[in-house]
Every structure is written in C-alpha cells, then in structure tokens.
C-alpha cells in the first residue's frame, strides 16, 4: 500500500522560505506521509491587488488537498478549480471572503485561526481611542502647521477626562475582551453588548454588561467595534446607531470595516456626533481608485473639518513581527491537525456565523 501523499498550498506568498511549515508538517512517531507544500505568489506582501486562482498552474490546483490563505477571497467558481480540495484556512479570524456556503455543499472543511494578534489588535484600539481622546493627534497636525498653533491646550470635544466616561465595546470576543481589560486598566467605565456570550462573563472581569445595542451606543463616549463580519454584523452599524452617541464620542473600528457605514460616519462627524474616528478597516480594500469615499477624500485632502479628527491605519492592527509569525505557525498547526491528524482544531461549521 503506498504511503499517503499532502499537497498544501499556501496561496498568498508571504513568507520567504517554508522552514517552519515542514517542520510543523513533518510526521510524528509511528506516521508514515509524504507532505508537498507549495507557496504560492497571488498575493505577496506589499502587492496592491492579487492574482486570480486561475493564475496556478493546473497541474498544481489538481494536486491541492488543503489551502492556506490570508488575503485572496475564494468564490464557488474558484471551488471549481481544485478538484482535491478537503481543507482551506483563513490565516486570521474573519472567514467571510470564503464561500461557506459552497464549500460546505463539496464537504471542504473551514477552518481559521482564531487566537493570533489578540493583544496586537486590542493595543491598536486602545492606542487609536487613547490618541484622539487626549488630542494627540490634533496637536501634531496643529504644532506643524505654517504657522503652528499657539502653545496651549486646545479647546476640543475630543479631550476628556477618561476616568468619568465610559468605553463601550461591541463584540467580546477575544480581542475585545482585551480590549476591555485595557480599557478597564485606564480608569474607563467599561460597557459591552454581546448577546452570544454566556451569562456572567461581566462578573468574570468586572464590567458592566447591556442587552440592548442602542443603549451600548447611547452610553459610549468612546466605542470600539471588535464583532466580526457576518450575515447578522454586516452593515449593521449606520447613522442609525452612530447618532446614538453622545455628542463628543470617539469611535474606533479595528474589526471589519464591512460592519460599518462610512455615511453614517462622515454624517456624525460633520455633526459633531462623533468627535473623532479611528479606523483600521473600510468597507473596500485596498481603497479603489476609481471609487475612494468622500469621508477617505477629505481625509486624504486634509480638509480644516478633519483636522486632527480622523485617523486610518491599512487593516494593519495585527502586525507585529511576532504576531506575523504566529500566524504562520498557528495556520500550519491547525492545518496539520485537520487535515493530517484528522482533529476538529478551529473548523468553522455551516451554521455558524
């Protein structure tokens, strides 16, 4: 009988040899395989737009029982080109630019990681909240100015004593349960909505829970999203909810930026609903050319309304360069324990959101 063969292939191309993944894919005691692991180059680090699947050679895609990816979106049409296909993981948490639906109907397992860039993605939210709130950004823009600002505080919604304001959380999972912790560490009052967490979890660590997302919202002087993107949180946060906010709040979004309006947003900052916005996500990304949003505009344009107001950050609120390492590592891990060892490590179901 001969001895199993693994194709694995990881599709983006990030990293610059592959060291790590046969070490972690090599067989254990009393396992007898032979693994190919193949990266591929559809979407390197640094490139601005990726490559289609087709763009593999054939030979390669025929040969392919598990797929690694980070960046590339997989559509059912592109299902269609990998024949072998048993398992595909999302190198982070979000799964939703997989197509679960037809996945599922061809019997490939789902699987992502969910425990990587926890504390980086936490220390962004709070970085980006801590940096509006106590006007740091609009005294950098204002001090380099032609001529600069005088030297003195500036009269500003944005600068509040954080001790006697509270910080609402949408999501707490596990990065917003860092978040939490962090926020709770500064002296913030500390708010979240959930309604798939278990009873408790607010006694668990000491904040203070809301059944009702409008009260969340109506609560918040500074609110962080860290839900995910799924049927339920796509586009679920507009002016409806934003205009909820006390007026002065700051808003952080380091989750996905499909969960959010950017209408809504730039209507409560001219409104003066919203005094600052920290934003590591958008709806579309990169950001197209050919169709950027006039909030991204007015940004870029550095227009006086802004001024110190709004910050973006490139969906970069997980890197560190051990964080970069961890994915690698816990992608090849989980890969290994479900489609070598046969485990059930992180698989994401149909029925899950």
Same mark, same amino acid.
């Given at each position: 009988?001969?001895?199993?063969?693994?194709?694995?292939?990881?599709?983006?191309?990030?990293?610059?040899?592959?060291?790590?993944?046969?070490?972690?894919?090599?067989?254990?005691?009393?396992?007898?395989?032979?693994?190919?692991?193949?990266?591929?180059?559809?979407? +390197?680090?640094?490139?601005?737009?990726?490559? +289609?699947?087709?763009?593999?050679?054939?030979?390669?895609?025929?040969?392919?029982?598990?797929?690694?990816?980070?960046?590339?979106?997989?559509?059912?049409?592109?299902?269609?080109?990998?024949?072998?296909?048993? @398992?595909?993981?999302?190198?982070?948490?979000? !799964?939703?630019?997989?197509?679960?639906?037809?996945?599922?109907?061809?019997?490939?397992? @789902?699987?992502?990681?969910?425990?990587?860039?926890?504390?980086?993605?936490?220390?962004?939210?709070?970085?980006?909240?801590?940096?509006?709130?106590?006007?740091?950004?609009?005294?950098? /823009?204002?001090?380099?100015?032609?001529? +600069?600002?005088?030297?003195? !505080?500036?009269? %500003?919604?944005?600068?509040?004593?954080?001790?006697? =304001?509270?910080?609402?959380?949408?999501?707490?999972?596990?990065?917003?349960?860092?978040?939490?912790?962090?926020?709770?560490?500064?002296?913030?009052?500390?708010?979240?909505?959930?309604? !798939?967490?278990?009873?408790?979890?607010?006694?668990?660590?000491?904040?203070?829970?809301?059944?009702?997302?409008?009260?969340?919202?109506?609560?918040?002087?500074?609110?962080?999203?860290?839900? +995910?993107?799924?049927?339920?949180?796509?586009?679920?946060?507009?002016?409806?909810?934003?205009?909820?906010?006390?007026?002065?709040?700051?808003?952080?979004? %380091?989750?996905?930026?499909?969960?959010?309006?950017?209408?809504?947003?730039?209507?409560?900052?001219?409104?003066?609903?919203?005094?600052?916005?920290?934003?590591?996500?958008?709806?579309?990304?990169?950001?197209?050319?050919?169709? @950027?949003?006039?909030?991204?505009?007015? !940004?870029?344009?550095?227009?006086?309304?802004?001024?110190?107001?709004?910050?973006?950050?490139?969906?970069?609120?997980?890197?560190?360069?051990?964080?970069?390492?961890?994915?690698?590592?816990?992608?090849?891990?989980?890969?290994?324990?479900?489609?070598?060892?046969?485990?059930?490590? =992180?698989?994401?179901?149909? /029925?899950?959101?």
């Amino acid at each position: 009988m001969s001895k199993p063969t693994y194709t694995i292939l990881q599709a983006d191309g990030l990293y610059p040899d592959d060291v790590v993944e046969q070490d972690i894919f090599k067989p254990s005691e009393g396992q007898d395989y032979t693994i190919k692991y193949i990266s591929g180059d559809l979407w +390197p680090t640094g490139t601005p737009t990726s490559q +289609p699947w087709s763009a593999l050679d054939k030979n390669i895609r025929d040969q392919v029982d598990g797929i690694m990816v980070l960046k590339m979106p997989f559509t059912e049409a592109d299902l269609e080109m990998f024949p072998k296909l048993k @398992v595909i993981l999302r190198m982070g948490v979000g !799964y939703d630019r997989l197509d679960r639906v037809a996945l599922a109907n061809r019997g490939v397992t @789902v699987c992502n990681v969910p425990d990587y860039g926890t504390c980086e993605v936490a220390d962004h939210a709070l970085a980006l909240a801590l940096s509006l709130r106590r006007g740091i950004l609009l005294h950098h /823009e204002t001090q380099r100015a032609t001529p +600069p600002a005088a030297w003195m !505080y500036i009269d %500003t919604p944005l600068v509040q004593r954080i001790q006697t =304001n509270t910080f609402g959380i949408l999501g707490l999972g596990r990065i917003g349960t860092a978040a939490a912790l962090r926020a709770k560490a500064f002296g913030w009052h500390v708010l979240f909505y959930d309604p !798939y967490q278990p009873m408790g979890i607010d006694k668990a660590i000491g904040i203070e829970r809301t059944r009702d997302i409008k009260e969340l919202f109506r609560r918040s002087t500074t609110l962080s999203i860290h839900c +995910p993107c799924t049927r339920e949180t796509r586009n679920m946060v507009g002016y409806d909810l934003l205009s909820l906010l006390p007026r002065g709040a700051v808003f952080v979004n %380091t989750g996905r930026g499909e969960i959010v309006d950017l209408d809504g947003v730039e209507r409560c900052l001219k409104e003066g609903i919203i005094s600052g916005a920290g934003l590591d996500v958008l709806p579309e990304e990169p950001i197209p050319e050919d169709n @950027v949003h006039p909030l991204l505009q007015a !940004y870029r344009r550095k227009e006086d309304w802004l001024k110190g107001r709004m910050v973006l950050t490139c969906h970069t609120a997980f890197y560190s360069p051990e964080g970069f390492v961890d994915i690698r590592v816990k992608s090849a891990q989980t890969m290994r324990d479900v489609l070598i060892d046969g485990l059930r490590t =992180n698989v994401i179901t149909p /029925e899950m959101e």
